[in-house]
């Protein structure tokens, strides 16, 4: 059983926390399960992207407490499943903690691995499309969390 997630992007300031308010979200219907998120090159303590907040507050969805932290090992060790917005992200993830290899999977997996671009430094819709995939993402691994 999945307990733990943790959700991975660069500066976890756009894609990752976008992930993180709709797994949550998603998931909160169901069952309670510990959603986190940080970045592979974080802007520690920033908080969420401006752009990324409105999308969400769109969507009905927050982040607005969201602050920005660094990978490191121990969130990857007690996280069951940890997700990556790309396969960049996904090899340097492992480059830091092979030992995670079952465990870090492209979030994207379900959509035939598909990527989920970066948006930070675009226009809104880059931020959209970035959260139309995480939401597809995310409802196609209900199932399987």
């Given amino acids: ?9 660069v500066g976890n300031i756009c894609r990752s926390p976008m992930a993180e308010a709709v797994l949550r979200y ?3 219907k169901d069952r309670k399960i510990v959603v986190e998120s940080a970045g592979l090159a974080a802007m520690a303590g920033s908080p969420i992207d401006p752009l990324a907040e409105s999308v969400l ?3 009905g969805l927050s982040a607005r407490s969201h602050l920005a932290r660094q990978i490191e090992g121990t969130l990857v060790e007690s996280a069951d499943v940890v997700f990556t917005m790309d396969k960049r992200q996904r090899a340097a ?10 465990k870090v999977v492209l979030l994207g997996k379900w959509q035939g691995d598909a990527e989920i671009p970066d948006p930070y430094h675009q226009q809104r819709p880059a931020f959209e499309h970035a959260y139309q995939m995480i939401d597809s ?3 196609s691994w209900h199932e399987h969390l």
């Fill in 1 to 9: 059983m999945i307990d733990r997630v943790l959700i991975v992007c």
């Fill in 137 to 139: 993402a995310i409802r």
């Fill in 57 to 59: 507050t769109e969507h």
């Fill in 93 to 102: 993830l492992l480059a830091l903690a092979p030992w995670a290899r079952r």
């Fill in 26 to 28: 998603q998931l909160a």
